[in-house]
Every structure is written in C-alpha cells, then in structure tokens.
C-alpha cells in the first residue's frame, strides 16, 4: 500500500524530459513536437508508450494536438493566474450564523441538473461503482451475519487494521487498536470536539475554512478564531502559536493537507513545530486529514500525526471523498483522547454502519483503493490545470487563482468590488453554480472569492460553463465599473 | 401495512377455545387434550390447522406433548411470578456515572461465547439475513449511483414515505416531510436531545431506564430527574406532571411503548395525558418508540406521537431492534423541532448511509417487514412466557417477574438482599450473562434486579443457562441466610 511512484514507467521518463524543455524555455509556445514515429525510434518505445508520453503531457495543459498535424506545445507562463494573498482575518473570535446561505450552497446538491461546481467531492464518474458493488456482494458473504448485527463500537477490525498500515505509509505509527471508526470524517470530527472542547469554548481553525466546520463549532456552541493562512503553505505558524500561548483557545481544527477551500499544503516541518506547540501548550490538535491520499506531487505528504509523540493530535480521516461520500465511513485515531472519544461513539450512536465498513476494507486490503487513488489524482491534476487555464483566459483580468496541490478545489479571487453572493444568484439564475467566499468564515471578508469543484469529468459542458462563469463575472466588473 | 390480525386464521380460533377452557378451569393441569384425529374430525379441519393450533399453544406453554401419547395441559397459574411493585426512585436529579459496570456489561456483546442474555436485541438467527442480503443486491441496482453518492441530509424519500405511512397505522398523522433519517434509533434520540435541552439541564425518564438513555444524558451533561414508573401501565403521570409543573425540567424523554427494563405499555389515554402536559407546560417530549412494533397484543399501540397536534413530540424510531441492528438506520419525526434537528444533522454527520436506507425501505414497501415482525413477535411472546416459567420454578422462592407485553426483555426482581452487581461476576465466571439492575439507574437502587434478554432461539442450552442463573440466585440466597 505504498504510495506508488510513477517515475519509473518509461512514458513519464519521456513526458518529464519534454516538460522540462518546456518549462525552461528550449520549446516554446506553439512549437511543433517531434511525431509520435519519432519518440518511438529515439527513445526505443512502442507506439503506445509514445501517446501515453504525450496524453500526460496534454493532461497538464502542456501541449496540444491539432487534427491531421501533430502535437504542440500550448504552455504560457503568463496564462497561470496568480496565486492569492495570505489571508489576514481579524483576531477576535466569533459565534457565527451563515446559516442561510449555506443552506442555498447545500441545496443545491441535490440539484441535479446542476454541475456539482458548488460542492467539494468527486462525482459518481470518477468513483469506482462497479467494484464496490462486487465489494457488497463478498462483503454481505464474508461478514459474519452479513453486516446486520451490530459492529463493535470500534469499528471493523480488518478496516482498522488497513487503516493503521495505511498510515504507516507516511510513517504514522498506528495500531488497530488507536482506531475507532465513525460515520464519516465529519462524524470524527465532531466527536473529536465534543471530546476537547465544551461550549463557550474557542477553537482555532485556518481562515478561509471549509463552512461544514463552522456549521459544526456553531452546533457545538464554540466560538472560532480564524487564522492567517497561506494558499500554498497553509496556516501561520506565528498566529498559532500567539493564540496558543495567551491561552486563548482550547482546541486548533487544522487541516494540515490541501485545506479547503485554499488547497495549500503545510510543509513537512511546519506539521513537526505545529505539533510541538500542541505539545508544549497542550492544546489538542485535532487534524482532519480527509484529503491528504488526493496528492498531485510524487507521495503522500505526512500528516501532524507523523510528529505526534504525546498523544495530542486527533488525526480523522475518510474515504467520503475518495470513493463512497454515501458509505458514511471515516475514522479517527485520537491519541490520549480515545477513551473520552469511543465514550462519545457509544452515547450518540453506539456502532457505525457495518456492512460498508467491510466493503471498505476489502478495498484496501486488495489495493483497489491504490489503483482508483491513482487514476482518480491525475484526472483532478489535470483538471486543476485546465480550471486554471479558463480562469487566466476567461475571467476578469486581475483575477487570482490558488495552485492546488491535491484535493478537490480551486479558489479564486476576484477582483476587489465583485460580490460573489450577489454573483451567485445570478449564476443560479442561468443554472451555473459556484461556492461564494463569504460562507468560508465567521467574518465579514472574502466577499470577491469563490470556490470551484474540479472533482468532475472534463467535457465542453463543463468548460463552457466555466467560461460562462467567467464572462458573468466580467459583466459585473464592467456593470460596476471596477477598474482593473 | 395494517398490523394483521391473526384471530380469523382457522387455527387460532380452535387454539383460543382450549386456551379459554384451560384458563377457566374446565381443564386442567395434566388433564390429556384430544387427539390430533379428533381435532380434525371436530373441526373439519386438516392435520396441519389441527398441529398449528397445538403449537400456538405449546409455545405460550399452556400445553406439552408426551412422546407416544399425546399432548396434556401443563398451565398452573401459580407458576407465573409475581409482578413487582411501581419503581420508587428518589425525586433529586442526578448527574451518573456508570461507566465502570456498563463497560463490563457492554463487553460481553462482543463475546460470542457467552449467551447474549445481558442485551437487549434478537440475535442473528431471528432476523432475515438472507431476504437482506437479497435486498441489498436489489438496492444497489435501483439507487442512482448505487449508494455511493451522498444521501440527502433528511434521508431517503422513499424510506421516509414507508415510515410515514407505517405511522399512519397507528393513526399518526405524518408526512414524508416531517421526518428525518438517523444513524440509528440512539443517534435520533442524541439529535433530539441536542436540539431541546443545553448542559446543566434536567430531563426526566422512567426508572429503571435503559442505561444507554442515562449514557447519552451524561454525555451531554444533563441531570437525570427519575420517575416512578409501574411495569405494567409505565410511567407515573402524576409525578410526570408534578416535575413539569414545577419548572424542574427542560426536557423529557419517554418509552411509552414497551419500555426497557420493564416491558410497561402506557395505556393510550395515558399517552394522550402526556401529550397534554407536555403541551401545557410547554415541555418537549422526546418519544423512543423502537420496541412498538414488537407488541404482543391484538395490535400495535398507538404513540405519543398520535396525539399530538402542537408538534411538541419528538418521535425516534428504527429497525435496530427489529431487523438490521448493523444497518444503523432509525429516524425521528421531531414536530416543531424538525429545523433544529436537521441542522444538528448536518453539522455532525452530514447525512446517513445510503444504500442500508434503500434496503429498509424496500422491506418496508413490500410488505416483508410486516412478514418478519408476525414471526419474530409470536417467538418473543414465546419466549416471555417460557422464561417467566423457569423463573417461578427455579429462581428463589419470591423472587418477582414482569409480564412484558412487548420487547425483548423480563426485569426479574429477588429477593431484597442479594446484590446483583455481585450475582454477575459469580455468573460470568459460570459463563452465564444478565444485565445486572443496578445499571439502570443513577441512584443506588434495584440492586436485587437484573434484566435477561430474551430475543434468542429457545433451545436445551438457554434453558439449562436460564435454570443454572435460577440455581445460582438461590445459593446465593442461602448463603447469605435471607428469610424468604
């Protein structure tokens, strides 16, 4: 189950050769490639090998084919959007109610003549539903009573035993018995709080923030201090350890890889003092870590829980938005706090789901779940590039882009003065969809931003629907008069 | 879905003559009952009618057949135990803390070799593994997606329309749309006490309770005010009405149906008092009704819910109990409350498992839960009456039983001195299991209780585990030299 390499096969050899001549400038846009014979002859490869060098390259907006021509080299510096700001919320705390705006963001999940572009999830095309069919029919075999007792309140032993070598992979040192599982990662979560923290008490999280983890604090009566993040590092280390050291939260919710919605990533050493802090100022890091096997570099990168050597990181994940939103399976290895967690489990809901827990874990005992990881993060790398490209040739000019580095979304800014909730009812209107920023906090910011899906299949639709979205928000930058 | 009634079938209608000349004396204990050949001749019905009507008989153990001779009367009406007195709880609410014996007591489920008498649920081999498995298949062709994508956060419309209309049965008059899917009949009543009471708050419940009700209490940090309840009529209004009077409680949370420990059936104009109170006092009452459909009467009782019109009932059901205890599918109808609960639902969980909703709906459409619940409710009644009879003849002399008229479970009181919490480390050691009394209260009472589960297949082995828990009380008695 490790987190494959694929430099090794010969067609990325080729590929990365070529990116890298286009990258450093040797080809240049609009440059004509060499014929697919020509790879073959030069590099001693099959035909095959040969398109498969070129359809990587293709996927990452890189080149080009023209019909009856050949491939060519398509890639301009200057088409990538930049990258945001930092955030820079306010240091003050808040309760908060985006209640009704989340529900019309919710609703509209169920819409389903709207492309999904509002949500965070990959849709039912890039999951693997025959198998897992295949996988209910052994399961309903294999499971003693068919999955129609009750599990144990920890959940399936041969899931959590899969979980704990999974986690191994990004040299997590877990055993089965650290694990409890739970009715999807926001289920963990909130068992992980209700855990941590009581009402009245105030976590922090990083600002803008997934509005499913405000919804939560909220339920739970606690207030959220929202902190400076960084699109591609993720969030400050200085603000964390500032709120930390005055005492003044009780709990950090962190999502340490391809946060949603800015998809940035914490380096490797910024996880290890994060947990250090944790650690010295024993405030309990719950980490939520659903997206971290939907990586776009060569492996997956380390969680806090790698770092964690006292028990205080709440480590939750799932497979909610890798293969089965509706199986309801997640997880959480809670460290000191299992006990007060499994307590938890037992009072609100006492056993998970049992029968979609052993399909589940035949899906990683066989390596399906590998095998799908990996043709699902090329579709969605390529799809990040290609929303990219839309959003550098389509949308106002002066607007700016996240790089996602794995995950689901894409933020974008637009140009100061836009208000995207405003923008959103009339996106609805004409049957487009996208998140509004301002659901992403407690505060009054992010109002120009907006946060698109890339977890669906790329076809004329959907980017004809990307560039309508564009070219509505161009007609609010002219309408309004915003200077750019 | 009408709750059938069996007394037209030609072989209850020859069963209920002879039940009401054994019950009235014209015969007797040991007296010979006629042959088969004269029941058909009789009658004019054939040998199978002739045998059902035997059966019917020998399992509500009023009659027994002699090998080579023919079938007796073996009806004493002394042999039914005593029912106990109405519960006497004190009237100070408690903050518990159970844990310690409950760990104990919920450990053994996962014990496969010990005989689950300390739960409280069918085991596997009462419920329709194969038709569910069957189903499953079924379902995972018929729902979009197979049940892969996420439901909708109120649950599946075709489940919610069975349930309602499964309601309306019991004259409660629901919508699809005012009811909401939950992981299970725990997690609804966990929503509902979510919605109506904060910490610090005092609910009340009728005692002996479930120790799952007092759990969940203390995982939200709610008082638990106790109230006297009678096993046969269940909860004391007047100390119902006296708390809400009073002001000194937020909430109250009730099992109108066949409550656990129990087994009392409020009678319906009693549900329709509570109903008021709760109305007048502005008080939320939370309904677990997950044993109402395992009723051993003419017909299912009516709910809290029939009667009432403000939406001040929140009704929590599921099929836990009944039909899939691993498929965590349960539901709450939760009145005026419903937003509330909804927002609770999605701030924790987000929705329910999809394809084990699909299952239950389809059992629900077709008619086959219906089937199952007329099977399972006459091997249950059964089984009552079978473990009623081992206690008056082999558990110490005074020893006291209820008579449920619904559920899974008979509270056995002894003698006053013999400590259960005792009784039950001398039986688990024998490999014999109950649910010790003292775990369904927060107060230091019915430590002389215990609660057997008999939602098993009566066989040698459970009766001879039932007759050895007799035998052992009764050493017991002796040794601690109590006056009987």
């Keep these: ?4 390499d694929i430099s090794h096969f010969t067609y990325v050899r080729i590929a990365r050769v070529i990116e890298q001549q286009i990258l450093n400038g040797t080809l240049r846009t609009g440059d004509k490639l060499p014929s697919l014979r020509t790879i073959c002859r030069e590099y001693g490869v099959s035909q095959n090998t040969a398109l498969s060098a070129y359809y990587y390259l293709e996927n990452k907006l890189l080149i ?38 989340v529900r019309s963001v919710q609703n509209t999940m169920s819409d389903t003549e709207l492309l999904p572009l509002s949500l965070s999830a990959p849709v039912n095309e890039l999951l693997p539903i025959a198998k897992l069919n295949k996988g209910l029919i052994q399961a309903s075999r294999d499971l003693k009573g068919s999955g129609v007792a009750y599990d144990r309140v920890e959940g399936n032993e041969r899931l959590r035993r899969q979980i704990a070598r999974w986690a191994f992979a990004m040299e997590c040192n ?8 739970t009715g999807g990662c926001l289920n963990a979560l909130s068992f992980c709080l209700m855990a941590t923290t ?30 400076p993040t960084h699109p591609v590092t993720g969030v400050d280390l200085n603000a964390l350890e500032e709120a930390m050291k005055t005492g003044r939260i009780n709990a950090c919710l962190l999502v340490a890889n391809f946060g949603n919605p800015l998809g940035s990533c914490m380096p490797d050493e910024n996880k290890r003092i994060a947990v250090q802090l944790a650690e010295k100022y024993n405030i309990p890091l719950i980490e939520n870590d659903l997206n971290g096997d939907v990586y776009f570099g060569q492996q997956r990168p380390k969680s806090c829980k790698t770092y964690d050597e006292s028990g205080i990181v709440l480590w939750c994940g799932s497979v909610s938005k890798t293969l089965a939103p509706g199986y309801r399976v997640g997880w959480t290895a809670p460290g000191k706090f299992k006990d007060r967690v499994q307590n938890i489990k037992i009072a609100h809901c006492l056993a998970s789901t049992s029968i979609t827990q052993e399909v589940i874990a035949g899906f990683l005992e066989t390596g399906r779940y590998e095998n799908h990881l990996r043709k699902l993060r090329h579709v969605l790398h390529g799809n990040a590039l290609k929303y990219a490209g839309v959003v550098a040739n389509h949308f106002p000019e002066g607007t700016m882009a996240t790089r996602p580095q794995g995950g689901f979304v894409l933020w974008v800014e637009l140009p100061v003065g836009i208000d995207t909730a405003e923008l959103y009812k009339s996106a609805i209107a004409r049957r487009l969809s996208f998140a509004p920023g301002r659901i992403f906090t407690l505060q009054n910011q992010y109002n120009n931003c907006m946060r698109l899906n890339y977890g669906l299949t790329w076809n004329d639709t959907l980017q004809s629907q990307l560039i309508a979205l564009g070219n509505l928000a161009k007609t609010k930058v002219r309408s309004l008069g915003i200077p750019v």
């Design 198 to 227: 009581q009402k009245g008490n105030t976590i922090a999280m990083e600002s803008p923030v997934s509005y499913g983890m405000l919804q939560l604090a909220q339920a739970l009566g606690v207030k959220v201090l929202e902190l």
């Design 174 to 181: 877990l055993s089965y018995q650290d694990i409890i599982i």
């Design 64 to 101: 080009t084919p023209r019909p009856q021509s050949g491939y060519y080299v398509c890639y301009s510096r200057t088409r990538i959007p930049a990258i945001p700001d930092a955030s820079n919320p306010s240091a003050v705390p808040n309760y908060g109610d985006t209640k009704f705006l």
């Design 1 to 4: 189950m490790k987190n494959k």
